[in-house]
């Protein structure tokens, strides 16, 4: 999708890729990292997190101290510091795109459109906005919206894999926090990974058809700017050897990224009390 919306499948799974096929130097993989705009949404994770676990007490009526509140607060921006989450975005790129595309993906990122789409996806999907006010704009621009740029969306989901994507991410994501906290208490035994697995794939799914649903809304804010032809060039673009690749490779790294700092997270999270936490 969109750099920030790509499937961000555990770590460990991840860090096994076949590191023998790195075929471009993780220099020209920063480069790509920077040019595609992912360099920057990834400085816009830690607050998206903090803001989310505060949605989350809020909705389950939990108040914590404020000392607890720092802790957590400390504990996810340590998580989900974005020089962590870029190094590891970069490894990853530079461990799957193909050297034989870097030519085309930099024609792409410095011509006038790639910049556009670009500066359009930093924008709408680096996290600054209110998320329930942001779906609401989505969801306004798409119904009155002709049926052949309604298509085009489609289209771009399709070749982004980007609802498919955040599937994956939030299943191992949750996985990853969900293991991470139960080999941080030491409380038992710890939890069978394949039935916690078990639990979230069979919410794929209802998942998979709301995140369809925010998605496409997601793109209507998104590309609000773009005509038609600069859509169809942005698809064509995606759908091409060069795109396909590193759209793929931007998909294994956010998910890369991602589920590590989850760990990070559900491995420090546990507990209440400020004596007994890190």
């Known amino acids: 999708m969109t750099r920030s919306f790509r499937a961000l499948c555990l770590a460990a799974l991840l860090a096994a890729a076949p590191l023998a096929h790195a075929d471009i130097a993780r220099a ?23 803001a989310g676990m505060r949605q989350a007490m809020t ?45 085309a993906l930099r024609t792409w990122f410095e011509s006038p459109l790639g910049a556009t789409v670009t500066r359009a996806e930093i924008t709408t999907f680096r996290g600054d906005r209110n998320a329930d006010a942001a779906r609401k704009e989505g969801f306004r621009l798409l119904a ?34 969900q293991l991470g906290a139960a080999s941080a208490t030491h409380a038992g035994p710890l939890p069978s990974e394949a039935r916690a697995r078990a639990f979230l794939e069979a919410q794929r799914p209802q998942m998979l058809k709301s995140f369809t649903a925010l998605t496409i809304a997601s793109f209507a804010r998104a590309y609000d700017g773009l005509a038609e032809d600069d859509l169809r060039a942005y698809i064509a673009f995606l759908r091409s050897p060069a795109g396909a690749d590193f759209n793929d490779a931007s998909l294994h790294a956010l998910q890369a990224a991602l589920t590590d700092a989850a760990t990070q997270m559900g491995q420090r999270l546990p507990g209440t009390r400020d004596d007994s936490n890190i």
């Open 144 to 177: 009155p919206m002709a049926v052949e740029r309604r298509q085009l969306l489609q289209d771009l989901l399709d070749a982004t894999h980007a609802a498919e994507s955040m599937v994956q991410v939030a299943i191992s994501t949750s996985l990853a926090v």
């Open 59 to 103: 909705r389950a009526h939990v108040a914590p101290a404020d000392s607890e509140q720092a802790r957590i607060a400390r504990v996810i921006r340590s998580a989900y510091a974005a020089d962590r989450l870029r190094s590891l975005s970069t490894g990853v790129i530079a461990s799957r795109v193909q050297a034989q595309h870097l030519e």
């Open 28 to 50: 020209s993989a920063e480069i790509l990292v920077r040019q595609s705009g992912l360099w920057e949404q990834l400085d816009s994770v830690a607050p998206q997190i903090e």
